[in-house]
């Protein structure tokens, strides 16, 4: 024989030797190989089981069914795929029935919250309440723009282009405010104060002017500005600017707060109102003031 022929015999000898057992099952390199081979193939199956599922609409990210059917359909094919390679091969699944029973152990313990958002992110996707492109103010604090909703997190871009992943149980058991559910436009409140003795009809006419005059407050008819006392605090009048803006300025609560204290202060001191500052007053009673002089005798 030649020296190909064993070099041939030796290499199929190689690939077909069992590296390890399994119950029944032999792992042979060639099955290692034909196992990797296949799974790339699962893995490009359902690239183009996505993509062809994407084309049903112009944005699947901003379709939420359309977007939880690609991704779900993407799952689908990994596991009938792997399945399908593993009985081909020859592998006997009963022989890994360990390890269902440790992926089961895992997912009671160190996988729970993955399972938790996994569920959660489904919910998320199928009721259809947080969409991509919506503003949210999460009860942690977090507040942006919905970016893309996963199956285990949900990406927010906050004002100041931060991105912040947050799981997805925290959308289904903590407080939501969504900024862009519903209604196109919003009504705030923006608080500040004035000193005692200021006429509140002074101040309610700068607080609307102030108001009137930024291209964010909407001025329908039954939608107009108005002026709120709400408190009298410890140092001053505290009010309350009570305006209606549009869906452009829901993504920036926080920038839209800023734009009218910013008006508010410049009307106000333009029209000479104070704004308070803390101060206190203080009462004596019977008060007596006693000084003590003590002789020093000079040093010797």
Do not use: C
């Amino acid at each position: 024989m030649s020296l190909w022929h064993h070099l041939w015999v030796d290499t199929l000898d190689f690939l077909h030797d069992p590296l390890l057992t399994i119950g029944k099952t032999d792992l042979t390199l060639l099955r290692l190989l034909g196992l990797v081979a296949m799974l790339l193939a699962v893995r490009k199956l359902a690239v183009v089981v996505r993509r062809s599922i994407s084309r049903l609409t112009v944005d699947p990210k901003s379709d939420p069914g359309i977007y939880l059917l690609q991704r779900l359909s993407g799952y689908l094919v990994w596991f009938a795929g792997t399945f399908i390679a593993l009985e081909y091969l020859g592998f006997e699944l009963s022989s890994f029935a360990f390890l269902g029973g440790a992926i089961g152990v895992g997912l009671g313990f160190g996988l729970q919250n993955v399972l938790h958002n996994f569920v959660s992110g489904v919910i998320i996707l199928f009721e259809k309440t947080v969409k991509v492109g919506d503003v949210v103010e999460l009860q942690s604090g977090v507040t942006g723009e919905v970016v893309e909703i996963k199956l285990r997190y949900t990406h927010i871009a906050t004002p100041d282009l931060m991105d912040i992943l947050v799981p997805n149980s925290e959308f289904i058991s903590a407080r939501v405010v969504n900024w862009s559910f519903g209604e196109e436009v919003r009504r705030v409140h923006v608080p500040f104060s004035v000193a005692y003795g200021t006429d509140k009809e002074q101040v309610r006419e700068a607080a609307v002017a102030a108001a009137l005059r930024s291209p964010r407050t909407l001025t329908d008819p039954a939608r107009q500005p108005d002026v709120w006392l709400v408190k009298m605090g410890d140092n001053g009048l505290e009010f309350e600017l009570v305006v209606w803006v549009g869906n452009e300025s829901l993504g920036h609560p926080s920038s839209t707060q800023a734009h009218y204290l910013w008006e508010l202060e410049t009307e106000l001191r333009n029209r000479q109102i104070a704004i308070p500052f803390p101060q206190r007053d203080l009462h004596l009673k019977d008060a007596r003031l006693t000084v003590a002089l003590e002789t020093v005798p000079p040093q010797r």
